[in-house]
């Protein structure tokens, strides 16, 4: 089973009564919400190998046999610096040699389009950078260019980590753009808003203390995190002085992004995972 827990739960609870031997790689975020699941993943679940080190500990007391492997981030992005020829990006996407603060607004509709309003309304206050934004592939251009009527902003398509990789910072909606980019070194802020009946009720039933995955991972307060009515002009302009600006700041979190790397574990999560079931399947005979 590969994450997806409405779906792939069944499965597991179909293969077990049939005595199929059941492993679960990539854990649904129980952990964040459903906590109940898990008592259904430790009937019908053999062993859990999960991408995040917390989800060890998550899963360990409830007595879950589970096996941390690491994050297959690790392997996509340095696959990606193998590859990548991003020294030309300025030149393709005809952008200034001013410092680019990236923009990645999410991918729904309605979310980029709350989020794109509230991540430009600080553009004038930052004259000697250029704003750029990550396009998602399911999005047309229309759709973008009447939301940046009139502003001077540029939109990439399907080249997020180039333009993370020539970023100075980036305003990243919450998911896992925020860990890339931190995995990437750019400074960031994390950004969310959703409508007030939403948050109320993600409010009440989410239980965990961050919402980017940087700052869970850490357990600590890596990145700022504006969310909801938090995120406002004032704070959001604050902020990002901070890290365009502060030097300290900067490699505060440059040194966190190091010690979130080394926490998240070596390379090679999916070979790993692959590797402990072929043992666990030869040790069954």
């Known amino acids: 089973m590969v994450d997806y827990p409405a779906f792939n739960l ?3 609870e179909f293969a077990h009564v049939k005595g199929i031997k059941v492993y679960y790689y990539i854990s649904p975020q129980i952990w964040a919400w459903k906590q109940s699941r898990v008592h259904k993943i430790k009937k019908t679940v053999d062993k859990m190998l999960v991408i995040l080190p917390f989800e060890q500990d998550f899963y360990q007391r409830f ?3 589970v096996d941390f492997v ?8 340095e696959q990606y610096k193998k590859t990548a020829n991003f020294k030309d990006f300025r030149m393709e996407h005809h952008l200034s040699e ?4 990236a923009l990645l607004p999410g991918s729904r509709k309605q979310e ?3 989020m794109l309003k509230i991540m430009l309304s600080v553009q004038d206050d930052f004259k000697k950078v250029q ?4 396009g998602a592939p399911s999005r047309e251009a229309e759709f973008y260019k009447k939301l940046i009527q009139g502003k001077d902003v540029h939109i990439v398509y399907n080249k997020t980590y180039d333009l993370l990789m020539n970023s100075t910072a980036a305003l990243v909606t919450s998911g896992t753009a925020t860990l890339e980019t931190a995995l990437l070194e ?8 959703g409508s007030n009946f939403s948050y109320q009720i993600a409010k009440r039933l989410i239980k965990v203390k961050y919402i980017s995955l940087v700052n869970l991972i850490m357990d600590k307060k890596i990145v700022s995190e504006l969310i909801q009515h938090d995120l406002n002009h004032h704070q959001l302009k604050s902020e990002l002085h901070q890290i365009l600006y502060d030097a300290a700041t900067i490699a505060r979190m440059q040194s966190d992004y190091h010690q979130l790397k080394e926490k998240l574990g070596y390379q090679g999560a999916s070979a790993k995972a692959a590797r402990i079931i072929q043992q666990s399947l030869a040790a069954r005979g």
């Open 112 to 114: 980029i389009s709350r």
């Open 186 to 193: 750019v400074p960031e802020v994390v950004c969310y808003k």
């Open 131 to 134: 704003f750029v934004i990550a």
């Open 98 to 101: 001013k410092p680019i603060v």
């Open 63 to 65: 007595n879950v046999a």
């Open 10 to 12: 069944r499965i597991a």
């Open 70 to 77: 690491g994050h297959p981030l690790l392997d996509a992005i």
